[in-house]
């Protein structure tokens, strides 16, 4: 089963690109992904820009609204996401545990619905 593995954090800057904090940082990140690639359950993932890069869009009656950044006030900002394709929920448990947010954010792990196709 596919699931999405949805990165939360608090807001605190990152390292700067090129520096020796910024290269550590990511060291454990492409560490964890290559992990969940030689495993066999990497369906894909990227990083996001911050969260007030965003645009909300709604449909209110025939009117299309949008907002500068994201709609929800939250103490945590989706910051990324893997996909990931393991034999059922405890599986995804354990690789969710592994993503180097876990010692400051969260993880939400969602089931991808299979739509006949």
Aim: hydrophobic share 35%.
């Amino acid at each position: 089963m596919k699931y999405l593995a949805l990165i939360y954090s608090p807001p605190m800057p990152d390292p700067e690109p090129g520096t020796p904090e910024f290269d550590a940082m990511m060291e454990t990140w492409t560490g964890v992904t290559q992990t969940f690639t030689d495993d066999g359950v990497m369906g894909g993932g990227e990083a996001l820009m911050p969260p007030e890069t965003a645009t909300t869009v709604r449909v209110r009656g025939s009117k299309t609204e949008t907002m500068d950044g994201p709609y929800a006030e939250t103490k945590e900002q989706l910051g990324g996401y893997y996909i990931l394709d393991c034999k059922d929920l405890d599986d995804a448990i354990r690789y969710a545990a592994m993503i180097p947010v876990q010692e400051f954010g969260s993880v939400e792990l969602r089931p991808i619905m299979e739509l006949p196709g």
